[in-house]
């Protein structure tokens, strides 16, 4: 197998792409061995077609809970019953207050995101206040956003407040999308992701691993998001939460889930990976592999209804490796 890994990366190297078929058989790899030299070739493919710089984004949960939408995996859907709070957006002022903070941390990625299938316009409006006040004082910091659904005229006034890029994921396979969630398509998820490129925003697009996809899904996953051409793949790992539909499902081990970070980046490697909701409660100590296995970005501190790392250890996590923000 470890030939076969050998002809995969100088193949990607070379700037072929990799087929359907080359990637299938790399997710059926077990033995340590053969990780680890897959892990060395997705780290030896984010070398040439990324750096060994590492991507920090914070984010803020403005507007928490109450979501019509029936996402299986969400603790902030109204079909769930969990503890997560819920609350109304919160205004433009306090969401300068979370930027500064994530400014402090060597944030440059700052991202607002909202509950619900979309944004009403008074709540539009103040988020593009909020966009305003941030760019203001930090003009070099990145603007991200996460508000569900958009039409084209909404896009237009958030990228003319300052907004650098949406994030709107698919989630999963389009074959597997159904068994995840009823009340919207993955048809309608595309809608959003074709008016963002007709405006010029870019776009962060990824999905959740452990949403009872098969090996096969997680690979159509990956080729989806290529043809799309996004310019940021978030990979998420599902953190099960008691009371959402999906509160059982079982986890791939981290190894398992190192491997499919690895096969993404051979599939797209190009583009930034970011590893965000579920690393510590699924990767536990193994969570700094990531970055040798092709990953290049993360989500510092915590995520919109679980804890995540302290921006501390995650920026002397980043340092002991020699890897730079």
Known sequence: MQKIIEKIEEKVLQEKDLSFDESLALAGITEYEDLFRLFMAANSVKEKFRSDSVDLCALTNAKSGSCPENCAFCAQSAHSKTKAKTYPLINAEEILKHAEKAVVNKTHR??????????????????????????????????????????????????????????????????????????HSFKDRLKTLEILKEVGIEICCGGIIGLGETDRERIELAFYLKKLDVDCIPLNFLNPVPGTRFENNKIPSPLELLKFISIFRLILPAKQIRICGGRQSNLGQLQSLIFFAGADAIIIGDYLTTKGSSPHQDLQMISNLGLKV
Do not use: Q, W
């Open 110 to 183: 700052f991202c607002i995101v909202t509950s619900g299938c979309s944004v009403n316009e008074e709540e539009l409006k103040e988020i593009c206040k909020a966009i305003r006040l941030i760019k203001n004082k930090f003009p070099h910091l990145k603007m991200d956003a996460s508000l569900g659904k958009l039409n084209k005229e909404n896009a237009k006034l958030l990228k003319d407040a300052g907004l650098d890029r949406y994030n709107h994921n698919i989630e999963t396979a389009e074959s597997n999308f159904h068994k995840v969630c009823s009340t």
